[in-house]
């Protein structure tokens, strides 16, 4: 009875496996494509339920993480067509996009940076430090 009692147990284990790794795949279809400006890899956008999906279990793997709301009533909309700027500690530019969506996740080397998004003309600054192994969540809020 042991015998039969593993074999089930390795299958379950296996098919959980299976789901786990067609869950990801999924996931990463519906991502944006990545896209590199000099020493910086990021992808942007989040247009959708299955992009904006993908792009958060996605973010675990990107070491900055920027989101962009508007603050309106009854709730906070998601915003896209930001412009970003980012500098580094020596005032150099080392990205400057456009965010195709509410979310861009770049990979960035650790550092301290100066984040700065436009939107009509408002322009939010952040200061950011990148430190190996950690994520850096970074919110701009702009009101209605």
């Known amino acids: 009875m042991k015998y039969k009692t593993s074999v089930v147990a390795a299958a379950i284990a296996a098919s959980g496996l299976a789901f786990a790794g067609t869950a990801i795949a999924a996931a990463a279809s519906h991502l944006p494509p990545t896209q590199v400006q000099g020493d910086i890899s990021y992808l942007s956008g989040g247009i959708g339920k299955s992009e904006a999906a ?17 603050k309106a009533k009854p709730k906070d909309e998601y915003l896209a067509d930001v412009k970003v700027q980012i500098k580094d500690a020596h005032d150099k530019v080392v990205l400057d996009a456009t965010a195709g969506g509410p979310f861009l996740l770049a990979q960035m080397p650790a550092g301290k940076y100066t984040v700065s998004a436009e939107r009509d003309g408002k322009i939010e600054h952040r200061q950011v430090e990148i430190v190996p192994g950690k994520q850096r969540r970074v919110v701009f809020e702009w009101k209605s």
């Not at 993908?54 to 920027?66: C, N």
Request: aromatic share 12%.
């Open 54 to 70: 993908a792009i958060k279990h996605a973010a675990t793997r990107y070491p900055l993480q920027l989101e962009f709301l508007l």
